[in-house]
């Protein structure tokens, strides 16, 4: 009989043992989306398509852009809907495109940024991964320039952390995709956009700007969509959702050097949901 426990408790111990190997062995996924103005096409009771979308995802991180409507207490709930038990929002009391981070694991150590910031950002901690949640401004080319210095300069002030990824709605371009643009088709875009609001400044040059991206490029981040997919169509911009839009990326997750060779997956997620529900479309990232 002794014998018999001896062995049974032997047993659970290895059990055990490769249940938590296999667990540390189970990808990391993160998401960003900018699900516009609070999801406001997702017109369900407490935006239950937009849960049912996320538990089809499955992410363990989920960064979101145009938080709109919704308090701490919101979009806590929100986040258990979809069995996410942790959420930090940039800001309620009417503050009117907050970001929000929610996660499977405990958020810590959240920092929220809002000076000199048009929309600000979130910096926290998700195991030993270091997240920077943001929205920088649609506006001006020079008001993205200042909040990107921000947001660089701030994460140098924590030499100690080393896993990074800054995730969110950059509304900037990439030198890397600058091919795609050759046509001028998003250039007049912006030009005429710039003539209807005087508030924006996108072509202060006369020409397409890449300088905001360029500063994540410089400062060693690496752009993980365009790491693991060169080739592909990397556009950010639904045009069933914005049928007069022009195909864009303007929606980045970017991570530290040493995070790039744990990437496994990198994907823009085009879908039933997504192509009709916000005018973006999510980015997802998996790490080893």
Not at 91 to 103: H, I, N, Q
Not at 164 to 185: E, T, V
Not at 262 to 287: A, C, G, R
Request: proline letters at 4%; hydrophobic letters at 40%.
């Amino acid at each position: 009989m002794k014998i018999r426990n001896i062995i049974c408790i032997v047993i659970c111990i290895l059990l055990i043992g490769f249940l938590k190997i296999h667990a540390q062995n189970k990808p990391l996924r993160f998401i960003s989306y900018n699900i516009y103005q609070g999801m406001r096409l997702d017109i369900t009771s407490e935006k239950s398509l937009f849960s049912f979308w996320v538990k089809t995802v499955n992410p363990d991180v989920l960064a979101l852009e145009e938080v709109t409507n919704f308090t701490q207490k919101s979009i806590e709930k929100l986040a258990m809907s979809y069995g996410h038990s942790y959420a930090v929002l940039l800001k309620e009391d009417g503050f009117k495109y907050p970001v929000a981070l929610t996660s499977k694991f405990p958020i810590i150590d959240a920092h929220k940024v809002t000076d000199n910031m048009d929309r600000g950002f979130i910096m926290a901690q998700v195991g030993t991964y270091h997240v920077v949640v943001l929205h920088l401004s649609p506006f001006t080319v020079a008001q993205r320039n200042r909040e990107a210095d921000i947001v660089i300069e701030t994460i140098k002030a924590y030499p100690h952390c080393y896993k990074w990824l800054i995730m969110g709605d950059f509304n900037a371009l990439s030198p890397r995709d600058s091919l795609n643009y050759l046509d001028g088709k998003l250039l007049d875009a912006y030009k005429k956009s710039d003539l209807k609001y005087e508030s924006h400044n996108n072509i202060p040059a006369g020409s397409l700007d890449y300088c905001v991206i360029g500063k994540f490029l410089n400062a060693g981040f690496i752009d993980a969509l365009y790491y693991k997919n060169k080739n592909e169509d990397l556009s950010s911009r639904p045009t069933k959702t914005n049928p007069n839009a022009v195909q864009s990326r303007i929606d980045y997750v970017f991570v530290s050097k040493n995070m790039a060779k744990k990437i496994l997956y990198t994907k823009t997620i085009k879908d039933d949901f997504t192509n009709h529900y916000s005018d973006h479309y999510p980015v997802l990232v998996e790490f080893k």
